[in-house]
């Protein structure tokens, strides 16, 4: 095992709030502490990397990711600039000429902000891209746009979901989906190593895959989940691997489990992308009362409350993670009388035990949210959902009105009522931007749902191992015994952040073991120079070497 000793810089950690140095051996952090203290332990036997003031950090964790689509989304057209149809007919003209032969991808279209909402039809994308098929996703993957010729060679017409202009989401998304990706082995494999690739980048050490056999097949998790072993060739972000498929029974839920075994993949639960209702985006989320902007609609449910508790029964008496995909306050409404059902079967004891979620969670109110902390039922969330889609004149104003889209993705209330919290980003929903979503968090539209910087870097660190089951209780942390998995930032300032607008710039009470985090309101967000997992080099920038030299 290497020894190595990083030093002058600035170390998160809870065990010195003011460490400025930390030494790892191998795949263990071995000690942090002082600047002089580093020195004298200084020998023969160790590296030293000089991190001329950087910042050492846990690695991010993302609980939420669809690694597959996200290595697609990094290589499509970018429609997430787009403000009209127009936009994006030009964008798709544009490419077409750049692009290899096939199906055209373009991804992150968002209508609700466009002066006027009016879709590019099948007709306009065919002549648009001469002929060549297009599939275009909206930015919630919930449904897309597709050309005239794709819809044909997909029968599109004979299936729900295809509104005969284009537009197409349920069942008819799905088919022209998965036949625009056209997924062999090894374009499946580059998409998958592009994105983790790219999640190194950005810090990430774990990303929480939410497959399901309507997002991708067993095959592709599998593969991803050895792309994504801590001992695989290439040392990529580590893999937590779910699997959203509805059971009825444990007898069930073993012969899936057994089933994923036998194709290579052991999961962390059946959870995830197991679909409740849909987005708001999309008017799909289940809402007790209709949309403001569609009064003759209140979204789709998918599942019952007796299909939610006999999957939450059937996992609960395996030990095993369960959990749902919702969104709207119609779908959290099916969720908890499930649980409440479910408990009744089983006990509340072994709810409790199963470390159940739910995804995204946007609309709970206080019931719901005394329901969730009952059954210990944690929470995925993405911060970033309310900075794009937030606010007086964002899309969940115009969705749901002012008065409801105020009480969306209430982080500081999921706190105060001690539900468990791990944050995400829906890649390819939201970007892989970890800080982005840790500054969201701390600046939420709404003051009274705002948490502190600390909080939000705990949700998207430590509580993500958490959530995940993680046996070594100092992952997502640094200090001796935890494991070497940390991100190196360059950063301009180092403060304590609050989520009332009250900035200190710097602690100065040792007691408060409060560790700083980089400013946040600086105009530039910190930039990865190293990335390390278990002792790995997921990723180093250019301008960042750690030399062989001993000391």
């Not at 991803?224 to 007898?251: C, H, T």
């Not at 969306?408 to 468990?420: C, E, I, K, M, T």
């Not at 969201?440 to 430590?462: K, Q, Y």
């Not at 105009?523 to 990335?531: F, K, V, Y």
């Amino acid at each position: 095992m290497s020894l190595t000793m990083y030093r002058n810089g600035s170390v998160y950690s809870a065990a010195d709030p003011f460490a400025t140095a930390m030494l790892v051996d191998g795949d263990v952090v071995a000690w942090v502490g002082s600047e002089h203290a580093a020195a004298s332990l200084l020998d023969s036997r160790m590296r030293e990397v000089n991190l001329g003031g950087a910042l050492v950090a846990p690695g991010f964790v993302d609980s939420h990711v669809h690694v597959t689509e996200t290595g697609l989304a990094l290589d499509s057209v970018d429609l997430s600039g787009a403000r009209s149809a127009r936009d994006v007919l030009d964008l798709v003209a544009a490419a077409v000429a750049g692009t290899p032969a096939g199906v055209l991808l373009g991804h992150g279209w968002d209508n609700a902000g466009w002066a006027d909402a009016a879709l590019p039809t099948a007709e306009e994308l065919d002549r648009a891209a001469g002929g060549r098929e297009v599939y275009l996703a909206r930015v919630d993957v919930h449904s897309g746009i597709v050309s005239g010729s794709l819809a044909a060679r997909c029968g599109l017409a004979a299936l729900p979901g295809w509104d005969g202009a284009g537009l197409l989401s349920g069942a008819a998304h799905a088919a022209a989906r998965d036949a625009a990706r056209n997924l062999d082995p090894t374009r499946r494999m580059a998409a998958q190593q592009r994105a983790l690739r790219h999640a190194a980048a950005n810090g990430y050490v774990g990303l929480a895959e939410m497959s399901a056999p309507h997002v991708g097949s067993i095959e592709d998790l599998a593969a991803l989940a050895a792309l994504g072993a801590v001992d695989a060739a290439e040392a990529l972000p580590e893999i937590l691997p779910y699997w959203g498929q509805l059971v009825s029974s444990a007898g069930e839920a073993r012969a899936v489990l057994a089933g994923l075994s036998a194709a290579g993949v052991d999961v962390l639960g059946l959870a995830g992308d197991i679909n409740i209702d849909g987005s708001l985006g999309s008017r799909s989320a289940l809402l007790r009362s209709p949309y403001t902007d569609a009064p003759g609609t209140s979204g789709t449910a998918h599942l019952d409350a007796g299909q939610v508790a006999a999957h939450f029964a059937a996992t609960s008496e395996l030990g095993l993670t369960g959990g749902f995909h919702v969104i709207g306050d119609g779908a959290m409404e099916v969720a908890v009388q499930g649980l409440e059902i479910a408990a009744r079967q089983v006990g509340i004891e072994k709810i409790r035990a199963a470390g159940h979620r739910l995804e995204h969670a946007e609309m709970v109110d206080e019931a719901a949210m005394a329901a969730l902390a009952k059954y210990a039922v944690g929470v995925s969330v993405q911060p970033a959902f309310d900075a794009q889609w937030g606010g007086a004149d964002g899309m969940y104003a115009q969705r749901l009105g002012a008065e409801r889209a105020l009480t969306l993705n209430p982080l500081a209330r999921f706190y105060g009522a001690g539900v468990p919290l791990f944050f995400g980003s829906d890649a390819p929903v939201t970007p892989l931007n970890p800080w982005a979503s840790v500054r969201a968090a701390l600046n939420h539209h709404e003051p009274s749902s705002r948490i502190s910087a600390r909080a939000a870097f705990i949700g998207h660190t430590r509580a993500g191992w958490r959530a995940a089951k993680s046996e070594n209780p100092f992952h997502g942390q640094l200090g001796p015994g935890a494991p070497a998995s940390f991100a190196i930032w360059d950063v301009e300032q180092l403060m304590v952040q609050v989520a009332d607008d009250r900035v200190t710039s710097w602690s100065t009470d040792p007691r408060a073991r409060t560790p700083l985090l980089p400013a946040l309101d600086t105009g530039s967000d910190p930039r990865c120079l190293q990335t390390v997992h278990r002792g790995r080099e997921l990723y180093a920038s250019e301008d960042f070497s750690t030399p062989e030299t001993a000391a």
